[in-house]
């Protein structure tokens, strides 16, 4: 088990960025896979970066390439979201989750194995 905790979400115009910070309880020796995912009022979740950790591996969503980044800080057992260019269709309650005692990684695209969950922070776009 794995407790996780976002934060730096607000409210930004057009244009604007920020970053989302997840922390996380530990880091498990054989890797954990932790994504963002984010889901706006009305819509499904979305996955929108996945990252794992012992390799450092990860990807984005086709809908936020080019915009956002997914990172990680092993010592602060910290993964971010840099979200850049954001428009009013990214607002949504951003999450983070992870998969824990992944041995490969390959599990780590596959939204449905994620069972630990943040309480999400909200992400606002408007001008």
């Known amino acids: 088990q794995v407790e996780l905790v976002e934060s730096g979400g607000g409210s930004v115009q057009p244009g604007g960025s920020l970053r989302l910070s997840c922390s996380v309880s530990k880091y498990t020796r054989s890797g954990n896979c932790i994504g963002w995912f984010r889901q706006a009022p009305g819509k499904e979740r979305e996955m929108v970066a996945h990252i794992y950790t012992r390799t450092g591996n990860r990807d984005l969503a086709d809908s936020v390439k080019g915009r956002f980044t997914i990172s990680q800080d092993i010592p602060a057992n910290a993964v971010y979201l840099q979200m850049n260019s954001l428009q009013p269709e990214d607002a949504a309650i951003y999450y983070c989750?992870?998969?824990?005692?992944?041995?490969?990684?390959?599990?780590?695209?596959?939204?449905?194995?994620?069972?630990?969950w943040g309480q999400g922070t909200q992400v606002t776009v408007s001008s």
């Open positions: 989750a992870a998969r824990v005692d992944e041995p490969d990684g390959y599990r780590c695209a596959a939204p449905s194995l994620y069972t630990n």
